[in-house]
């Protein structure tokens, strides 16, 4: 392997980034920072919409959840919560979604992000 390369990032000809698996396990106990607003039962919303379904899911799309913020109803226009959007939010919500209600700010270690997406993917199963 590359001298350098992160463990959690594999850089493909395209030059996209993907994120490697990361830990359902670990996630998990990251994710109880989100719990304050987010649930990750089907249907079950909190402040914020259900996270259960999540990945590959249409952004603000959650069903039955009526508060989704003018700004991430507008950025979520044609958008999928795909890995890599979800990484890049979860790094910087107000970043990526000017105007956003999430008051976090974001996990900046890509380790915790890819743990939190594996986890999320876990519970949707």
Known sequence: MFAGLSALMVFSAS???ALA???AVKGKRVFAKCRAC????AGKHGVGP???GVVDR???SAEGFKKYSKAMKAY???KVWSEDLLDAYLENPK???KGTRMAFGGLKKPAQRADVIAYLR???E
């Open 38 to 41: 987010h649930k990750v039962d």
């Open 50 to 52: 259900s996270l259960h």
């Open 21 to 23: 698996a990361g830990d």
């Open 58 to 60: 249409a952004v603000a």
């Open 95 to 97: 970043g990526v979604v």
């Open 15 to 17: 030059g996209s980034v």
């Open 122 to 124: 876990s519970v949707s």
């Open 76 to 78: 979520g226009e044609g």
